[in-house]
């Protein structure tokens, strides 16, 4: 390929000087594409080992760029310990080496016309968070000059976010490179908020750092909202309310409030594909959101509502008012779930765990009133009510909670086993998830409840076996209701089954089962299926037809 694109590029461009600047780009991808000029190098302070081209470096110092691999070499270690600062797992007193890191680069932060930073300089704004954060934290001695810059540059990050309101492209949930200018901000900006006095040491107003927050919370970038959630709720724990003035909890309450109203979307139109448009919800949002029209974005606005939640344990006036809020978006939730169009309900998934969290602790400490308005209101939905009871069983973590699920399911049992769906049947065999402890008589009970009532649905075998092996059980009656569930008609079982030809062989090697009546159904059913040509059921049968005394 390197000598093909030399080849062509000499061909098209043969005049000595010509096109210089396209020679000099052909010969670094020459020189790219040529495996041998590659080796692995250390990076400083152990972190970690990198690809470097030896034939283009050496161009490079020929073309008296001697600098440039060892700056190069500089932002990548920088850019990886400003990431572990942000993430808490670097150590403390690094905000101050962080910046002379930076400034010893030699370069300031440009930002292109169109207001986005230069690609290398995200780490800036990385760099700024960390002193912010460290500041307002006091694990970290940050100079008021230095303090003044990250200040600024973490405002005039904050201003590069799209809104979502007028950005006029879809919601961005990127992953791959989240270090960039505006999520920084939203790690970092809040923490400006904690104290007046850290305001006037960064050289800015309460209102400027408010309106940067807003214009963060509005974001149409889903990582940059998740982000100042989670910067809104740890300072919001960490400090308590000083009153209904305080700056910090105003603040923050105030932006999980924008969140949810640059969330509006348009109605669906029915028969019409034309797409949504982004809106701003009026005031109050929480009128708004009772109407009972599917008018948000849930994508936008699923981290602010479990930060809402959250604000809403305070018991200060802010809380008080995030409670309003909370309340209005699970009334949303229950009100237009049923009637989200697929695409939203399908990218839903952080708005729908939070609402079915919120509802099932409630339930599990007593109060089942929310739970009762969300099964009225999933009657028609069973996917959001399988989803809804398996919240339930994976927030039973404590003996007290395990009863509490326990005494309501009787109930469950009633009013959805009938429902012809496969994913509700398996919710209403829940299992411990969070390392709660079920007893034997418990796990018994709620086995032999459920497996009557879906005899010959194989489909569910394979849950029912997990479940069994959950709770360490294989007696006689647990191994009839499983044959009981798997039926008597092999071609049922469906291909993907795992658990089921493992489970049969079980019951024909073990010197009790083997001798009883399960015996010859499970025989029946696993001769059914090596019949059917499975490649597991033959290679089972072929050795049990060999081991001594089972023929």
Known sequence: MARQLKAAHEQRHDAAGAHATARENVIGAVLALDSRNYRLVDLPDGAGRTLVNDAVVRRRKDRQQDGAFEELVQRYALLND?????????????????FERWAALGRAHPFSPGGRPAEPDVIGPMVAAVMVRAAAEGTGTVEPGHLRWAASELLSAAATTPCAVTAGWDVQNSTADPRTADRSAAMGLTALLSTPALLQQAGTTEEAARAAVLQLAGSACIEVRSLLCDAITRLWDARACAGPG???????????????????????????????????????????????????????????????????????????????????????????????????????????????????ELALDGDRDRLEEYLTAFEAAPRALAGLLRALADRATSEAQVRELLAMWPDMLDRFAS?????????????????????????????????????????????????????????????????????????????????????????LSDDIHRMATDAERARYLLDSLAAEGRQEALRIQHFLEESSGLN
């Open 82 to 98: 400003a990431t572990r600062a942000l993430d808490n797992s670097a150590e403390e007193s690094e905000a101050a080496g962080l």
């Open 246 to 360: 305080d700056l910090l909890h105003t603040a923050g309450l105030e932006a999980l409030t924008e969140m949810v109203a640059t969330a509006g979307l348009t109605a669906q139109e029915e028969d019409l594909e034309i797409p949504r448009q982004p809106f701003r919800l009026p005031d109050p949002v929480e009128t708004a959101l009772t109407q009972g029209t599917p008018l948000v974005d849930l994508r936008l606005v699923a981290d602010a509502a479990a930060a809402v939640h959250l604000a809403g344990a305070s018991n200060c006036p802010h809380g008080r008012t995030a409670r309003q809020l909370a309340e209005a978006l699970s009334e949303h939730d229950r009100l237009t779930w049923a009637h989200q169009p697929k695409v939203m309900a399908s990218g839903a998934a952080g708005w729908r765990r939070t609402h079915d969290t919120v509802t099932a």
């Open 419 to 507: 429902r012809d769906n496969a994913e509700l049947g398996q919710a209403l065999l829940p299992r411990p998830t969070s390392g709660a402890l079920w007893t034997a008589t418990q796990a018994r009970g709620l086995i032999r409840a459920w497996a009557p009532l879906y005899a010959a649905r194989p489909k569910l075998a394979d849950h029912l076996l997990d479940v069994l092996d959950t709770h360490g059980l294989f007696g006689g009656q647990e191994v009839r209701l499983a044959l009981d569930v798997l039926g008597d008609g092999a071609g049922a079982i469906p291909m993907s089954a795992r658990r089921v030809v493992p489970f049969l062989a079980r019951v």
